[in-house]
């Protein structure tokens, strides 16, 4: 059984709605439809394909959990880098730009209100 992409993140947070406004500000994602959980949430799609589900919670260590775990980042490819900085600076969003000339690419590091590490990964060149 060949892996063959990384499907969706699920990020639990106490600040669904400002997680769902920053997802949709800053990189664009559109809520979608979502099953119906007996639980608060939202799936996020890039496109036709959900990348991101969020889990709201009471607190921020999240329901289920013995200790509060963070993930390190987690990562989006996507083109018109010129584009993607200009929001950044019109919506005051701090980051930080890492070219990796070795790899054809230039990252966007940014961390959503939660405090999640994301970068936006762009093709590098001419």
């Excluded at 969706?8 to 920053?22: A, K, P």
Aim: net charge negative.
């Amino acid at each position: 059984m060949p892996i063959h992409k990384l499907d969706h993140v699920n990020i639990r947070t106490h600040q669904l709605v400002t997680l769902i406004g920053w997802y949709q500000r800053v990189l664009g994602l559109r809520v979608g439809a979502r099953p119906n959980f007996p639980f608060p949430g939202a799936w996020l799609f890039a496109g036709d394909t959900v990348v991101v589900h969020l889990i709201g919670v009471e607190s921020p260590s999240g329901a289920g959990s013995e200790s509060e775990l963070k993930l390190e980042h987690f990562a989006f490819s996507a083109t018109d880098l010129d584009a993607f900085e200009n929001t950044l600076r019109e919506l005051g969003e701090p980051h930080q730009r890492a070219e990796l000339a070795s790899f054809g690419l230039v990252q966007i590091n940014l961390w959503d209100p939660d405090g999640n590490h994301l970068h936006v990964d762009f093709p590098s060149g001419p």
